[in-house]
């Protein structure tokens, strides 16, 4: 079945190269990044994991449990991260998901439920098993993006989602285009002016009364 955000994400048992793990227990309280991949050994891939593993120190800052699933299985992924390590000079330290018959991929939508599992599938038979989720504490899905095959994936900008979607979490705000750390942000439309006045006592700049612009909260 499709998929929409605030759904609760789909709970699932599997092997990882951290072990075996049930998904909703493993995230526990924490924020949680899964992304997928159509196949272990493909170059575009291996660029992401290698950069998600540089990138490791700032998710965990953040409370960002990372975990990353291809449709190989874990020896593969072991020798796979070898390779990574080697060409991205890091380290994959997060579990990488080993789902050979598809059934992870396929309770996340990424393959059609008739899609048989085969040593024989191409990463352009999986190609789209390049999904990316980040999933609240509370097991909602936050964030959903797939990628095409042939473009990388820009953890930056992931980083850039995970503050704003933790922010407004606990702030009556939404961020802006292009919105950064420490940048402006907006009073949410459904805040009345006088609820408003509550929260930011100091007031804010309006340009037009459903534009009301205030520092970042603290």
């Known amino acids: 079945m499709p998929m929409s955000l605030g759904d609760i994400a789909p709970d699932f048992t599997a092997e990882t190269t951290a072990g075996r793990i049930h998904f909703h227990q493993w995230i526990g309280d924490d924020?949680?990044?899964?992304?997928?991949?159509?196949?272990?050994?493909?170059?575009?891939?291996?660029?992401?994991?290698?950069?998600?593993?540089?990138?490791?120190?700032?998710?965990?800052?953040?409370?960002?449990?990372?975990?990353?699933?291809?449709?190989?299985?874990?020896?593969?992924?072991?020798?796979?991260?070898?390779?990574?390590q080697e060409t991205q000079g890091a380290a994959v330290t997060y579990p990488l998901i080993a789902d050979p018959k598809l059934e992870v991929a396929k309770r996340y939508a990424m393959l059609p439920a008739d899609a048989s599992a085969s040593d024989q599938r191409t990463a352009a038979d999986n190609h789209t098993v390049r999904s990316l989720f980040v999933i609240a504490p509370d097991k909602t899905i936050k964030l959903m993006i797939t990628y095409p095959m042939s473009t990388g994936r820009n953890f930056q900008e992931v980083l850039r989602v995970v503050d704003s979607l933790q922010l407004t979490a606990t702030h009556k705000v939404a961020t802006p285009a292009d919105w950064h750390q420490g940048d402006d942000v907006i009073i949410l439309p459904s805040i009345s002016d006088e609820a408003a006045r509550e929260v930011f006592p100091t007031g804010w700049a309006a340009p037009k009364p459903y534009l009301r612009i205030v520092p970042q909260p603290s």
């Open 31 to 84: 924020w949680c990044l899964f992304f997928s991949h159509p196949k272990n050994f493909t170059p575009v891939c291996t660029t992401e994991l290698g950069a998600m593993a540089r990138l490791m120190p700032e998710f965990e800052k953040r409370g960002v449990k990372v975990i990353g699933l291809s449709v190989d299985p874990l020896e593969s992924h072991r020798s796979w991260s070898l390779d990574i």
